[in-house]
């Protein structure tokens, strides 16, 4: 079945600790995104590739990192610069930008003690 | 003027009856705006989807209203039903800004 893949599901982890978060996809998307969602604030974009080794800052980058070495894959570090990383964190893939439609993974939910 | 503004933020529907989620927006560019459902512990998924040049469009008991004018756009959920329950959002974007703005999610429950 083709979908996207986001792994762990949960993780735990302690302050001042880097994570990455992992995404693929066998959807033969080119655009592939990361939104974090916190309640009442619905979705907001992290970042986001249109094509293989580019990829642009969201409206909340600031203490996250990617890199999009594969179409397929879309990992997302979550720094200890994050001010605030307690989230869950959604990745989703389209064939076309933003006009057309999004295919999400079921997401990670990441806790920071 | 990126801000797309969803409400009401919870909903309670008795099943069989209507469920109205409304949403407005300011940047005139956008020009596709679509619904998503999620369930809990899962990711949204496209629900139905409009673009501009079109004021209703129905799928099944889902249909979009759209008022350009008022630059706003709701969801109704006709005789909606238990496996509706669900957190609903609407987005809009447009081939200009190329980003994808969601609002702040409707949390639906529809009693039995």
């Known amino acids: 079945d083709g979908g996207i893949t986001q792994s762990p599901k949960y993780l735990f982890r302690k302050e001042g600790q880097n994570v990455t978060l992992s995404c693929e996809q066998n959807?033969?998307?080119?655009?592939m995104y990361w939104y974090r969602q916190d309640p009442g604030q619905g979705l907001r974009l992290i970042y986001y590739?249109?094509?293989?080794?580019?990829?642009q800052k969201g409206d909340i980058a600031e203490g996250y990192s990617v890199s999009r070495e594969k179409k397929e894959s879309f990992p997302l570090t979550v720094t200890s610069a994050q001010k605030n990383p307690t989230a869950f964190y959604l990745c989703?893939?389209?064939?076309?930008?933003?006009?057309?439609?999004?295919?999400f993974g079921e997401g990670s939910r990441l806790t920071v003690l | 003027q990126q801000q797309v503004k969803q409400s009401p933020q919870s909903l309670i529907v008795q099943k069989g009856g209507i469920s109205i989620i409304n949403c407005a927006y300011e940047?005139?560019?956008?020009?596709?705006f679509p619904w998503y459902q999620q369930f809990p512990g899962k990711g949204p998924a496209l629900l139905i989807a409009?673009?501009?040049?079109?004021s209703e469009k129905k799928e099944g008991r889902f249909t979009i209203s759209f008022n350009k004018s008022a630059k706003q756009f709701s969801l109704h959920i006709m005789d909606s039903q238990p496996g509706d329950s669900a957190t609903y959002f609407c987005?809009?974007?447009?081939?200009?800004?190329?980003?994808?703005?969601f609002g702040q999610g409707t949390t639906l429950q529809v009693k039995p």
């Open positions: 940047n005139t560019a956008f020009d596709y």
């Open positions: 409009i673009r501009p040049d079109v």
């Open positions: 989703a893939s389209s064939s076309r930008s933003f006009t057309g439609e999004l295919f």
């Open positions: 590739s249109q094509i293989v080794n580019d990829f």
């Open positions: 987005a809009a974007s447009s081939s200009n800004t190329g980003k994808l703005i």
């Open positions: 959807l033969n998307h080119d655009a």
